[in-house]
């Protein structure tokens, strides 16, 4: 079964560190898709990002970045020189059912990150 | 674009009444779905919508009706709420299934 593992509730750091979010997950297809999805303290859940299988190579976008491992089936997600507007819940995702491309997400609990002036 | 708008953002209950939750998306997205967030939970999904004229049943379904009235609108029926359905509810939509999924801002629903 589909399965996705945030094992972190909740991470406290002080602004400027640099903190990596972890996701391991479970899944029975060969192709798949993963996700992280934050939602800050307004409650909207946004998009982050969306990474293929096919594709191990790490992510940037700015003071973020992925590092997709399929060997240990993880996808971390890391904030560089954390900032306060980072605090938020952070999701991992992954659809339950790739080949019948329904797309129902399977959430993991989520990761707090509180990030202190 | 507005992306995904849900109405209403806050609605209190009394055990047995029943409501609609209305979400509307702008993006021509095929596939919509509704979850609901409850606290150490995550998001869970209630109901989908793989294409207009289709609907499933996700993880947790019962007690929630659903109607894709067509292409951009997904509505979220609770027939007779129970204190259990208390919760957040987001409506999201995506192009195609394992695409990625935009959320509309959330519905607050407690029911006393």
């Known amino acids: 079964a589909q399965k996705v593992t945030q094992a972190q509730t909740e991470i406290s750091v002080v602004e400027k560190e640099d903190v990596t979010l972890d996701c391991v997950y479970e899944?029975?297809?060969?192709?798949?898709?993963l996700f992280w999805y934050k939602q800050p303290p307004s409650g909207e859940l946004v998009f982050l990002i969306r990474?293929?299988?096919?594709?191990?190579q790490n992510e940037i976008s700015g003071r973020y970045s992925w590092n997709f491992q399929k060997s240990t089936s993880s996808f971390n997600f890391t904030i560089t020189a954390s900032q306060v507007v980072d605090s938020a819940v952070y999701f991992c995702?992954?659809?339950?059912?790739?080949?019948?491309?329904?797309?129902?997400?399977?959430f993991g609990k989520g990761t707090k990150l509180s990030v202190k002036p | 674009n507005a992306g995904v708008t849900q109405t209403p953002k806050f609605q209190v209950l009394k055990t047995g009444q029943s409501m609609t939750l209305q979400c509307a998306q702008d993006?021509?997205?095929?596939?919509m779905y509704w979850y609901r967030q409850d606290p150490g939970m995550g998001l869970r999904l209630i109901y989908y919508?793989?294409?207009?004229?289709?609907?499933d049943k996700g993880e947790v379904p019962n007690g929630y009706n659903v109607s894709r009235l067509n292409k951009r609108e997904f509505s979220l029926r609770l027939e007779s709420a129970a204190p259990s359905q208390t919760s957040v509810y987001f409506c999201?939509?995506?192009?195609?299934?394992?695409?990625?999924?935009?959320f509309g801002p959330g519905t607050r629903l407690t029911v006393l």
């Open positions: 899944t029975r297809d060969t192709t798949y898709y």
């Open positions: 993006m021509n997205h095929n596939s």
């Open positions: 999201a939509s995506s192009e195609m299934g394992h695409n990625e999924q935009f």
């Open positions: 995702a992954l659809p339950k059912n790739y080949g019948g491309s329904q797309g129902n997400l399977i």
């Open positions: 990474r293929n299988s096919f594709d191990e």
């Open positions: 919508s793989a294409s207009e004229g289709t609907t």
